[in-house]
């Protein structure tokens, strides 16, 4: 599928909205319509007027680094980018003194860059500067071209920085300070040679960037590139340097004499030849569960580049893995033929032999031990149209519920609090609304690195917009550092604070009353079970000073609309369903949902690990979460699928396990999942896997998990099909095939059911769009979900109503409960169940890295994030490293009750005390030796954050586990934006025109 922007690699401006007030303006002689206070830019674009606009982008709003944007209005010059439409305001972009301005303008441009744009790898038609050149009509160059005293910087796996094509247009800046808030980029406005500095002039290697990508995207020239465009996007851009060299020189040869018109007709002309061989395709990322979504540029299977442009949920926003991290999908390990075992080796074989196989083993097991001998498990990476299908073969082919999915090991706690309290399973809104919101509360989440697009929306309204930022985290992350309150709970300890809050709120009139009134029940028996949780209390047991906890009580009370974020720090307890329970009732205790910059936001982890259990790859639900159980529910799932289906609730992945070792459960088709790895205790997932008869494992790669495996599939990847993922925010969001899937590798859904159709079930789906069809009309959440109203960027959030329309904010008119109103439910607070003791003296916390995903089976592949990140690393506090004699770069040997890893130390105040925190981005020292098998009662979700350990420090001391070359060692430098106003205040400054009419008026 192609996309296409206006060119600029911007998005037509929108029409206005029916209805919206308005106000009249004459531009050029003409009425045009305006929203009150919009800048003149938008509607003079809206108009098709032609105005040069280079340091303009919507989504970053107005610069003003350029000038080139200047319009005349009474007599003035203004910058059409950062002027506010007002009533009867006329407007001439054509005035020969706006002109003459504009000129002047784009002429000191032209003397920042040199134009050799048929040798370009940026002569895709998107180029600002390449078409401002166009638009104006520019034959020759009055301020000639001025090579900067400053060298490429290459010193970055990813892009390249070159000062002498930079135009000092600042987009990057803004970008890096005020929508990525990473707060690296600024510009040298006092040099006499300005050019973007990496905190403050570091190499971009060594600098605070953390590869996101967002000032690559929108620099409009070739200043900032992806590496992966360089000398392979143009037909002329491969040849040596050298030679291109000379190209450049014959082509500036030229322009004295023929003017810029012919020679960008030249360059048009190659660009257009690039249409023929450059792809442009929408897919959606395949990483977390924000659900960014890009255009993939590519060049038969070469990976040209990822570009941003206008996606839902992010806007122009990636960060380090979905901007660059797909090396993965042409690496040369991608499995490529069925595998299956012969003794303690694999032999490969074809389709229909390993195909064969499965249906036979299938068949026979069942046979011989019954439906439910058999269990399958759904992968969140994959789509919802796969997930689906997963279901219906273990359902409706093989007739057991054994069916689940990832969301087991972290967000079923979530969606169980959510579900005793407000109705539904996922997020109360949009991240919109999140960031409406005048204070935002997190708990146990490392947003900045999990969620980073996210994170940057948090960052920027606290930045920008006077949000307040409270977090509760064990470690320091990049988010407690910027709250206004960070919070340092004792671990396991946080439905007590969140509790105590509530009871405070509560007893000293600080409670919403009227909402509680009307649309809260159960408020007398749960304030019983407040009884416990005074704030003295919660301060003795959380270790939370007494004043703190009452100081973030009053913010809350006062904020005028509070968003609660939580995840794994949250969910991965042995009571985390009642603590994201403690928080919706907290919400729901403070009026906290219903409205815009309210309500609760369990960040989901996997890309489509909501859609995974949304689409009925649980054990207990059919799609949209209608119980297996439920009469109705069944009868019409049988008919729609005309089989009889099993009633009573399977097992969920936990369960699993423990019914392998039982012996009960024989066979596992398992999905994309690196469960030897990723589940808890994992020396006895992996003895499990051991025992089974037959295993099927199905993945891109051969796994960790594969080794246990009778069979292995290979499939494709998110590049390689279509389908739908639903992000946390119940995005629905389409993908579509960027590449063809690899020769010998299959998408998943198509092995699925050709697996299905050999055990008897006939299904002829041919595209995954009449999967969906076939799921939105048997779950009335997704009833009016089709591919045709997710084109392109299209998205739906659900439930979508048959007439098509979604939710993007729940709960605007009812809880989900059949009497409308929400429910507190009563708590009761236990406590961890696995604390320090003398033996296992220090308490183990885990969880994601920023440039990882996960355990890092697609990520390490990625040369860049691999050279940057190469290591798994124990974080220890100084005080800790102290007392214990250890340094950046001791090798330690981690001893928990259930396993042990060899791992180096990485010494940072992130963490204190006695409180270690490993990521889990290792296949070779995976934390899950270390955790546990015991878990939420409600949700069997593991007590990954439950893990005590011994510590032994070993002889040898090896180099830091992270090269200086990784972000965290930089140091950033804040700053309100691109600061213009530097630049204006420099002697060599005056606005473009204004000497010109000075000259005139005399
Ligand atoms: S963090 Fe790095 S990649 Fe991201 S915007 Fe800033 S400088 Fe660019
Ligand atoms: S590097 Fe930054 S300042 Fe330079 S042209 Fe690109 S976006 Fe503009
Ligand atoms: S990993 Fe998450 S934040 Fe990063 S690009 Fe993908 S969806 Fe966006
Ligand atoms: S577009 Fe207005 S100053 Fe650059």
Same mark, same amino acid.
């Given at each position: 599928m192609q996309t296409s922007t206006n060119g600029n690699g911007k998005r037509s401006p929108a029409s206005l909205p029916e209805n919206s007030p308005t106000v009249n303006l004459v531009i050029d002689g003409l009425s045009h319509a305006a929203r009150?206070?919009? =800048?003149?830019i938008d509607p003079i674009n809206r108009a098709g007027l032609k105005l040069p606009q280079v340091c303009y982008h919507p989504q970053l709003g107005p610069v003003q680094t350029c000038d080139t944007c200047l319009v005349e209005i009474n007599g003035q010059l203004v910058r059409a980018c950062a002027t506010f439409a007002s009533e009867g305001m006329a407007i001439s972009t054509i005035s020969p003194k706006a002109h003459a301005a504009r000129q002047e303008a784009f002429d000191r441009i032209l003397g920042n860059h040199m134009l050799y744009c048929t040798v370009c790898d940026n002569n895709n038609g998107n180029c600002e500067v390449h078409n401002t050149t166009k638009l104006m009509a520019i034959e020759h160059q009055r301020i000639p071209f001025e090579a900067k005293p400053h060298k490429i910087d290459d010193t970055n796996p990813f892009y390249r920085y070159d000062p002498d094509q930079c135009v000092l247009c600042g987009r990057c800046v803004e970008a890096c300070q005020n929508v990525e808030v990473n707060e690296t980029l600024s510009i040298s406005w006092n040099d006499p040679h300005p050019r973007v500095l990496w905190d403050g002039g570091s190499t971009i290697g060594e600098s605070s960037c953390v590869s996101c990508g967002h000032c690559v995207t929108v620099c409009?020239? &070739?200043?900032?590139?992806e590496k992966s465009m360089l000398g392979h996007a143009g037909f002329l851009t491969g040849i040596s340097k050298q030679a291109l060299n000379s190209m450049i020189d014959v082509v500036k040869g030229m322009e004295p004499e023929t003017g810029y018109g012919s020679i960008l007709r030249v360059s048009e002309i190659e660009s257009a030849m690039r249409e023929s061989r450059i792809r442009r395709t929408k897919t959606v990322c395949t990483y977390c569960g924000v659900g960014c979504s890009f255009d993939i540029w590519t060049r038969d299977r070469h990976i040209l580049k990822v570009e941003p442009l206008d996606g839902p949920a992010n806007g122009i926003s990636t960060c380090i893995k979905g901007k660059f991290g797909w090396d993965y999908v042409n690496d040369p390990e991608r499995l490529t033929k069925p595998l299956i075992r012969e003794g303690d080796k694999f032999r490969e074989a074809s389709w229909d032999e390993a195909l064969d196989l499965v249906a036979r083993k299938f068949t026979e097991i069942k046979a011989q031990h019954g439906p439910d001998s058999l269990a399958f498990i759904s992968s969140s990476k994959c789509t919802n149209e796969e997930s689906y299908l997963m279901q219906k073969l273990a359902r409706a082919v093989v007739g057991t519920n054994n069916i689940d999915n990832c969301s087991r090991y972290c967000q079923a706690p979530a969606t169980m609090g959510l579900f005793r309290? %407000? /109705? *539904? /399973?996922?997020?109360?809104?949009?991240i919109q609304d999140i960031e409406n919101a005048s204070l935002v509360l997190i708990v146990g989440s490392n947003t900045a690195e999990s969620h980073p697009v996210l994170a940057a929306r948090v960052k920027r309204a606290h930045k920008l917009h006077g949000q307040k930022l409270i977090v509760a985290d064990l470690r320091e992350h990049e988010m407690a550092r910027r709250a206004d309150i960070f919070l340092h709970p004792k671990p396991g300890t946080d439905l007590v604070w969140l509790s105590a809050i509530t009871r405070y709120l509560l007893d000293n009139d600080l409670a919403h009353e009227d909402f509680l009134r009307q649309w809260v029940n159960g408020l007398d028996e749960y304030k019983k079970t407040l009884a416990p949780f005074t704030m003295e209390f919660a301060s003795r047991t959380c270790g939370i000073p007494l004043e703190t906890l009452e100081k973030v009580a009053r913010m809350i009370a006062e904020a005028n609309g509070m968003c609660a974020l939580w995840a794994m720090g949250v969910t991965q307890q042995s009571q985390g369903s009642d603590t994201s329970t403690a928080i919706s009732n907290l919400l729901l205790v403070t009026g &906290? *949902?219903? =409205?815009? /910059?309210t309500g609760a936001y369990p960040l989901r982890g996997h890309n489509n690990v909501q859609g995974a259990s949304d689409s #009925? +790859?649980?054990? &207990? @639900?059919?799609? #949209? *979460?209608? +119980? %297996?159980? @439920?009469p109705e529910v069944c009868t019409r799932f049988e008919a729609a699928w005309k089989a009889k289906l099993p009633v009573t609730k399977g097992l969920d992945n936990h369960e699993m396990v423990d019914a392998i070792h039982q012996g009960k459960l024989k066979s596992l088709y398992l999905i994309g999942e690196e469960m030897s790895l990723v589940d808890s205790n994992a020396n006895y997932v992996s003895a499990a896997f051991s025992r089974l008869d037959f295993f099927v494992v199905q993945d891109i790669f051969f796994s960790a998990t594969c080794r246990f495996a009778d069979v292995v599939l290979p499939a494709s990847p998110s590049l390689e099909k279509e389908g739908t993922f639903t992000s946390t925010e119940r995005r629905i969001q389409r993908l579509n095939q960027v590449l063809e899937p690899l020769p010998g590798s299959r998408p998943d859904w198509k092995i699925t059911q050709d697996i299905s159709n050999r055990l008897g079930a006939n299904w002829n789906y041919a595209h995954p769009s009449e999967i969906m069809s076939e799921m939105a009309s048997v779950t009335p959440m997704l009833a009016g979900v089709n591919y045709e109203r997710l084109d392109g960027y299209k998205s739906l959030q659900w439930p979508v109503a048959a007439d098509g329309s979604g939710q993007p904010l729940l709960y605007t008119k009812t809880f989900n409960f059949p009497d409308g109103k929400a429910r507190l439910f009563p708590l009761s607070w236990t406590g961890p169940v696995e604390l320090p003791d003398a033996q296992f003296d220090l308490h183990l916390n885990n969880g994601r890295l920023l440039?990882?995903?996960?355990?890092?089976?697609?990520?390490? =592949?990625v040369k860049g994030i691999h050279e940057k990140t190469p290591d798994t690393f124990v974080e220890i506090s100084p005080e800790l490293a102290k007392e214990r004699g250890v340094q950046t770069g001791t090798w330690l040997l981690l001893i928990s009750r259930y396993g042990q890893v060899r791992v180096r130390a990485l010494v940072t105040d992130r963490v204190s005390g006695r409180e270690l925190y490993m990521p889990m981005n290792s296949v070779e020292s995976p934390v899950n030796l270390l955790t546990s098998s015991h878990t939420d009662p409600a949700t069997h979700t593991p007590a990954y954050k439950e893990t005590s350990v011994h510590m032994e420090v070993l002889p040898e001391v090896g180099e830091s586990p992270l090269p200086r070359v990784n972000s965290r060692f930089g140091h950033p430098t804040p700053q309100a934006g691109v600061e213009v106003a530097r630049k204006w205040k420099r002697s060599d400054y005056y606005l473009p025109g204004s000497r010109l009419v000075q000259i005139q008026l005399k």
């Open positions: 009150p206070g919009e =800048r003149l409009p020239c &070739n200043a900032l590139m309290t %407000v /109705g *539904y /399973g996922g997020d109360s809104g949009s &906290n *949902y219903m =409205r815009t /910059g #009925g +790859s649980m054990p &207990n @639900n059919l799609p #949209g *979460y209608q +119980s %297996v159980d @439920n440039e990882h995903f996960h355990e890092g089976n697609l990520t390490h =592949r």
